[in-house]
């Protein structure tokens, strides 16, 4: 197992913590910061990272899975998990698409309104 871990995301992470002590949580330079971080996260961290939000229950139940494999979670699971609106759920994931998009991220893999099939066993 290679738990090496880049200088990127210690650059990013750092980065990340000033704009949090700087602009707050919310605030979008913050939220962009975050995106840069989890991108250069190795994937040991981020396994540490997924399974920690599941024992804390900060994430919802994935929805379904690709033929891939890839875990698929849907806008309604999303809005009843975090006790907000669809519309609600649809703006953050706009506004997390634009984020993305304003750091030269791709976001690929982001499905909207898409009526593919889910596999809902893994």
Same mark, same amino acid.
């Given at each position: 197992?290679?738990n090496h871990?880049?200088?990127?995301? =210690?650059?990013?992470?750092d #980065? /990340?913590k000033a704009?949090?002590?700087?602009?707050?949580e %919310?605030?979008?330079?913050? !939220?962009?910061? =975050?995106i840069?971080?989890? #991108? /250069?996260?190795?994937d040991?961290?981020?396994?540490?990272? %997924?399974?920690?939000?599941? !024992?804390l229950?900060?994430?919802?139940?994935?929805?379904g899975?690709?033929?891939?494999g890839?875990?698929?979670?849907?806008?309604?699971?999303?809005?009843?998990?975090?006790?907000?609106?669809?519309d609600?759920?649809?703006?953050?994931?706009?506004?997390?698409?634009?984020?993305r998009?304003?750091?030269?991220?791709?976001n690929d893999?982001?499905?909207?309104?898409?009526?593919?099939?889910?596999?809902?066993?893994?």
């Amino acid at each position: 197992m290679n738990n090496h871990t880049p200088p990127e995301f =210690f650059k990013a992470f750092d #980065h /990340y913590k000033a704009m949090l002590a700087q602009y707050g949580e %919310d605030h979008p330079i913050t !939220e962009r910061a =975050f995106i840069l971080t989890m #991108h /250069y996260t190795p994937d040991h961290i981020k396994a540490e990272m %997924d399974a920690k939000a599941k !024992e804390l229950n900060l994430l919802p139940p994935v929805s379904g899975y690709t033929d891939d494999g890839e875990a698929m979670y849907s806008l309604d699971d999303i809005a009843k998990h975090f006790g907000i609106s669809i519309d609600d759920a649809e703006q953050h994931l706009l506004q997390m698409m634009d984020n993305r998009q304003k750091v030269g991220l791709s976001n690929d893999g982001i499905l909207m309104n898409s009526n593919i099939h889910i596999n809902r066993v893994q």
